[in-house]
């Protein structure tokens, strides 16, 4: 006849080692979109994204009368922790700056907003900022920072910072307005430490305006009060993160367990028996 039973153990295994868990970031940089692949293991990333920077105004006088242009806003921040799969392709877009006037066009260009999808879906996004307004015998206004209020971000979301005027007498254009970051709001043209970039300086007297520094700078604007026309500094770009851990492989090799069986008394029927090893 045969003895069925079943048996209650415990298999130990020793000596095994597990490498450290790592975090990578890569930074998206290449203005436009591109796709990136979640690698294998990886479940969940976080992701930041900055809106590019706005130009500043151009600066014409008007019958002698100086002209002087507004600088341009800087652009937001946003930041989301999401679920991923691996394997699955997810959307990227890195804004593009606001580039500088075309001729005799007096208002700058807004900075492109920085973006990533998922499935479809928008899961961050940062506002650029908007333009510097031109000069004509006049000064103009400053460009407004991409707003918090605008973007797609779960954890985090930050105003870029305003473009500041042109004024007269003399003729100096608006400084461009700071990019954002995850420490706060940019406030007129200094970027948040370490990433967000300080917004360009204005133009004097004759000159065309300073561009944005990266990340997300707005362009200073211009000044002119003796030649004829003069240029609005250009937007710096944004920019998309991406952050991640690896769960790291068994890198030991388990020993061999020796398994004993306490053979001190019968096993009758749906018996247990314990096992040690």
Known sequence: MIRRFTALYLIAFSFLSFTSISQTTINFTTLGSQTWTVPAGVTEIT??????GASGGAAEEDSWDPGAGGGGGGGAYSRSVVSVSPSQDVNIYVGVGG???????LFGNDGQN???IIS???VCLAEGGKAGEGGFGTNGNGGQGGLAVNGIGNDLKYNGGDGSNGSLSPARGGRGGGGSGPAGNAIGDVGIFPDGGNGGYGGEDAENGYPGAVIGGGGGGAAEDWSLYSVGGAGARGEVRITFTVPPPCSGTPSPAVITVDNS???CNSGTRELSA
């Open 120 to 122: 479809g879906t928008t």
């Open 265 to 267: 008394s019968p096993l």
């Open 47 to 52: 992701v930041e994204c900055w809106g590019a």
């Open 99 to 105: 580039a500088p006037n075309a001729a005799y066009d």
């Open 114 to 116: 920085s973006s990533l």
